[in-house]
């Protein structure tokens, strides 16, 4: 639900705006507001996730998200439904913050691998009926159902989570309120500088944004590096494998959100698809997600994650080439064929990317790492969202084709990234970090 309500709202802001009286402009505070409560609060709910469990963590942020979704259903002006959104969001961020920490916890060490890629596939998934699924939802009702929709689901879901999610070791340490709040501060203000450059707003405004979240981001730093459980985590970016896995993760995804961004326009202004036509179209990349991630997921028992994370990249940054110089008339299947590949290429690296980035974090800060994974998830996203703006502004006939050009570079930078991996750097510094946390406690 997290995952659908994060695009299904797109699809009906149109209606939306128009049965609220609201201009275009303010409405996408709907679909903002959504994205920022999640990305200020993944961290700091996840290192609560650490002290009060992750079982805890999730019941909470699935019964506030269902909650909230009764609120959106019954908001009558654009400000209610928007503070329910953003409630929503929080109730999201509850949810997503310490799911791959509980899936940690669910699977033994030997099939993580493969846990990880079952929980891709619900997300493929879930990505690619959301926008299906409010059309549907849109042709049969008016778009308060859109959120009506999550209230059966959420109460099925709290029942089912309830009976089966796993109780988790407990931290000792206290949550660190400064820490969270300068957290939100870096992530929010960090992630809103870059969507306002991507948008063209006045270079003072976004310059004064940027230097708010070093400052905070530099205060944070500072504040976490000599605790043993830090809330931003530190100690686990002291792991050369988990930083790389992550720059590889903000990478991979930045380069995502620039094609998914950018192919509607260009598929539209360039070849004349339809609307229906360019959402059939794109299907073949989630489809191919959804098939290829499960396998990876097993793979990775058996073969390096760097090396399968580098051929999915390649493979991806074929795709994204090969969208990029489509002929002139092209087929179904001149398309077709590119949006699986790319699909697929994605799917082959995600998985066992991330199960790296879990199980490189000690079992006691498996938090932390999940966490950190959904930060580099919207950060990467947010980046590229905001490059595709720039360049459709500064580039209106060509901005989405040179987007899908950048985003191909960006995916061959990534496979670069997966590829290093393959040192054996990443164990001595799981051990390191070990120790390091082992020196703290006994300090306190």
Known sequence: MAVIDGSIANVALPTIAQDLNASPAFSIWIVNGYQLAITISLLP????????????????????????????????????LTVARVLQG????????????????????????RGIGINALVVAISAAVGPTLAAGIL????????FVINIPLGVAALSLAWRCLPFTPLASHSFDWLSAVLS?????????????????????????????????????????????SPLLPVDLLRIPVFTLSICTSIASFCAQMLAFVALPFYLQAHFGFS??????????WPIA??????????????????????IGLL??????????????HPSLMDVVWRMALSGAGFGLFQSPNNRTMIA???????????????????????????????????????GAQVSLLIGAGVALFAAALSTSRLSSAGSRGIEAVRVSVDQRRRGE
Not at 96 to 106: D, I, K
Not at 139 to 146: D, F, S
Not at 289 to 310: C, D, F, N, S, T
Request: charged share 10%; net charge positive; hydrophobic share 55%.
């Open 45 to 80: 709910f996840a290192a609560l996730g650490e002290i009060f469990g992750y079982r805890r963590v999730y019941l909470a942020g699935l019964l506030f998200f269902t909650l909230a979704s009764l609120f959106c259903a019954l908001a009558h002006t654009l400000v209610l």
């Open 184 to 228: 939100a501060v870096t992530f929010g203000v960090g992630i809103t500088a870059i969507d306002s450059v991507g948008h063209g707003e006045a270079p003072a405004f976004y310059l004064s944004e940027m230097a708010i979240a070093t400052l905070a981001c530099v205060w944070l730093v500072r504040r976490q590096s000599f605790v043993p």
């Open 139 to 146: 042709a049969i009702g008016t778009w308060p159902y859109l």
């Open 90 to 113: 929080f109730g999201a961020a509850g949810i997503l913050s310490v799911n791959a920490a509980l899936v940690r916890f669910t699977y033994p060490h030997s099939q993580l691998g």
């Open 360 to 398: 490189a974090a000690p079992r006691e800060r498996s938090g932390g790492a999940s966490g950190m994974l959904g930060t580099a998830r919207l950060l990467g996203q947010t980046i590229g969202a905001a490059l595709v703006a720039l360049l459709l502004a500064r580039y209106p006939a060509k």
């Open 289 to 310: 997600i959804a098939i290829i991630a499960p396998l990876a997921g097993r793979l990775v028992e058996h073969y390096p994650a760097g090396l399968l994370g580098g």
């Open 275 to 284: 609307a229906v036509e360019i959402g059939l179209l794109i299907t073949p």
């Open 315 to 328: 493979l991806f940054a074929g795709g994204l080439g090969a969208l990029a110089i489509l002929p002139a």
